[in-house]
């Protein structure tokens, strides 16, 4: 783990990143990728009546397996192949240990159907407009959190989504809400650092990722997950970018401070390309939807907690002036969905 700034010096998003560094440096990196197939979803009638690709078929899994029991490093799909990973319970062992305030975070978001902004309308929109996927297509989802992106992929394709996360809470929600939605046979769970993916080149035909790949950084995450795309593979990634070059002092400061990488939306799309996609398009998430999708229950689940301790109350003033920032500077920056294809 790298030295870091005092926890008073740390704002949200840099609390973020220690998250991922906090335990991907305990995190096991196993080599040796085989193939793991999960059993096929039932197939469901679409209640919308549109036409819908027939992806009902199961998605075979690379993930990477010790030398000692040719078994996953971690796996959370419930598949019966897997049913006995990890029995030592790893992802538990190191949130025991993990920052104070890091788990303060967790705790404050958790429950939360997502993590961080989005919008299942956008969402939707932007997979209408994909290109033809396969017939059985292989999807992830990168940074999953309680898992509002994975569902809707396995909704919308009627396919197996496999959500990975490093934040076992996380996870665990995510399958509460797979579970009472119906979709507990087509989430697969996969507890892994993403820097550091069990999944074959090639393996992946959509690669889903909102608001997560800032960990490392845009044009490192592209680099380190363009090999998993198949050809023709699609990618809808979701960061963090400046919408005008006017930048005023106040959120300057703060992102610099928070995302040094951050970088407008040319600067992305230049980065795409270097890292070998062809790019689609691109939507910006409208500013109304940072509200009403998380920081509006972001603000009440705060003003619900009684008595919280130090810790929670440092976290949650650093929280409420990352909401203020942007309560002012909405229109300089937000979330873009950058659309990527692999080409041929």
Not at 129 to 153: F, H, Q, S, W
Not at 165 to 188: E, I, S, W
Not at 327 to 339: D, K, P
Request: glycine fraction near 6%; charged fraction near 25%; charge should be negative.
């Amino acid at each position: 783990m790298r030295t870091r700034k005092s926890d008073r010096d740390l704002t949200p998003e840099q609390r973020r990143r220690e998250l991922i560094d906090l335990l991907g440096s305990a995190a096991a990196r196993m080599p040796n990728a085989v193939a793991i197939p999960h059993d096929p979803p039932r197939k469901k009638p679409s209640k919308s009546g549109q036409t819908r690709l027939d992806v009902s078929a199961e998605m075979p899994l690379s993930v990477s397996t010790s030398k000692e029991t040719d078994r996953p490093a971690r796996c959370d799909c419930h598949a019966p192949a897997c049913a006995q990973v990890d029995p030592a319970g790893r992802t538990a062992r190191i949130f025991r240990g993990m920052d104070e305030t890091i788990q303060a975070l967790i705790d404050l978001h958790r429950g939360l159907a997502r993590q961080g902004p989005g919008d299942a309308r956008v969402s939707r929109q932007i997979l209408a407009e994909l290109p033809t996927m396969p017939a059985k297509p292989r999807i992830v989802d990168l940074g999953c959190g309680a898992g509002a992106g994975a569902m809707l992929l396995a909704e919308y394709f009627d396919a197996p989504v496999t959500a990975v996360d490093l934040a076992q809470p996380f996870l665990d929600d995510m399958m509460q809400r797979a579970g009472a939605r119906g979709l507990a046979d087509r989430v697969h769970p996969l507890a892994c650092d993403f820097a550091d993916l069990p999944l074959a080149p090639g393996s992946v035909d959509l690669l889903w990722s909102e608001g997560a790949a800032y960990n490392l950084t845009f044009a490192g995450a592209l680099e380190k997950w363009r090999p998993l795309l198949a050809p023709r593979g699609v990618a809808g990634i979701s960061e963090l970018s400046w919408f005008t070059d006017d930048i005023p002092d106040e959120p300057r400061r703060y992102w610099e401070a928070a995302y040094p990488a951050m970088a407008d939306e040319a600067t992305n799309i230049a980065h795409a390309h270097a890292a070998g996609f062809d790019v689609l398009g691109t939507r910006r998430l409208p500013a109304q939807a940072w509200w009403d999708h998380y920081y509006n229950p972001l603000l009440e689940r705060m003003a619900a907690l009684s008595d919280p301790d130090a810790t929670m109350q440092a976290v949650i003033a650093e929280v409420q002036a990352e909401i203020d920032l942007f309560r002012q500077y909405r229109a300089c920056y937000g979330y873009t969905f950058y659309v990527l294809t692999s080409g041929a």
